[in-house]
């Protein structure tokens, strides 16, 4: 079992009076920037802490900060014998104060190792502070690290496009699903479907493709109602466990997508427009999470799910035909921060009002309900790859909206760069970095192992292309 070493310190930097905000009572200046810091000098050690607790005490409101995910740092001390500045992984808070308050510092490990720090901090000079050096290690089994809890208030929704077999209709399945939730309602038409109501539906979906292997099949779209929270992702749990039942009878291909719906009544336009920027700034990240048929480029994209980032770049791809680029990242990002107003960031996003691309602010335009709609997931009824887009989403949008604006990548900047960045400054939960990481890592080589062969496709395909697969596979 390896040990590790760990720095505990702080960077200061003290506000002018025209800095510095007002405390809670308004009387004095809070000149004092600090950053409380837990510095490990690798990402492996990084892996050992499950979380860090900076403790303030009851003085402060909140008097806990916690943080569960470390940003590579290259301003930190080295904490080796070499005594050299070198980047690290820094768990960390940022916060202001009229006075110095003694910190608690609690370093949980994977395996229930609990290590306690108390640091004073150094309210003079600039920069950081020689931190003190302890080291540790944990004995215990260490744990999977685990999601970062949905908020408890947080909306969403979700839409999952599937077929069956002739011989299991809608009704069949809605008694199965009522097993779980409760209440699950059989709509006839896609007028009645766009109504609001109270619980799940099968809604028929007429631009879903039959699998050659099973032409006149059923097709639909199970919606869900407004969800909220942990509570929500559970039901989602009970939903995909009751669609197990039906194994090989119900099924997916390359025709169908998985839509989230995420409630942004709360955000105001400067916060949907730092969430509009982020997504064109990682959207060819994104793409890496899902098969070619889900990218950009694809047939299936240009009629499901189009390009927000081509869109804000006037219609046409950021580099023209003869490779000279047309627009650059800061001229994307520019225009999405000159836009004022909804209709103006949806003109940007979506141009022509269509609601057919990866990010869809439609609904916001229309008033109809408010929420953005991710669009670009596929099909699927494993809990694992829905629960897994529902937190990214929801992190991506409440980071996105709460976080200062972002900034544009150079041109050099490598996909590998681009994925770190999302994750470290914007996602912040491992948990989901892991996941998607292995998800790059498996596509990856199924791309490699299928290429120029034959057997790529199966016989069960939506127009003799998609291959389709069990709701489990």
Known sequence: ???????????????????????????????????????????????????????????????????????????????????????????????????????????????????????????????????????????????????????????????????????????????????????????????????????????????????ISQPNCNTFELVSPVLRGGDGLSEVAKIANDLGFFRGQVKVNKSMGYHVHIDVSGLSVPQLVKVCQNFVKYEDVMDRFFPPSRRTGSEESARYFQSNRVSVAGGTSAYSYHGHRTQTNREIHNSLGRCHSIADLADAMHQGGSRYYKLNLQNLVSERQPTIEFRQHSATASYDKISAWVRFCSRFVANSARLASPSPFSSTASLDKQTDALFYYVIKDRALRNFYIARIDELSAASSHFEGSASACCSGCAKGRACSRSIRG
């Open 1 to 211: 079992m390896s040990s590790y070493q760990i720095a505990v310190g702080n960077t200061y930097r003290r506000l002018s009076d025209g800095e510095a905000p007002l405390d809670r009572s308004g009387s004095s200046r809070k000149n004092h920037d600090v950053t409380f810091f837990v510095d490990v000098p690798t990402s492996e050690a990084a892996d050992v802490i499950a979380l860090v607790i900076f403790d303030f005490g009851p003085t402060f409101q909140p008097s806990e900060y916690k943080c569960p995910s470390p940003v590579p740092s290259k301003t930190a001390y080295a904490i080796d014998n070499g005594g050299q500045q070198r980047s690290v992984m820094r768990f960390a808070t940022r916060q202001t104060m009229y006075g110095a308050v003694s910190c608690s510092i609690r370093v949980r490990c994977r395996g229930g190792t609990t290590l306690l720090y108390e640091h004073s901090p150094t309210l003079s000079g600039v920069g950081t502070t020689r931190p003190a050096v302890h080291r540790f290690q944990e004995l215990r089994p260490m744990r999977p690290l685990r999601p970062i809890k949905m908020p408890d208030g947080f909306n969403f929704g979700i839409e999952l496009e599937l077929t069956s077999e002739t011989t299991v209709s809608s009704e069949d399945i809605a008694a199965q699903l009522r097993r779980g939730v409760g209440d699950v309602r059989v709509i006839t038409s896609y007028s009645q479907g766009q109504q609001q109501i109270g619980g799940w539906k099968l809604v028929p979906d007429a631009s879903i493709v039959c699998n």
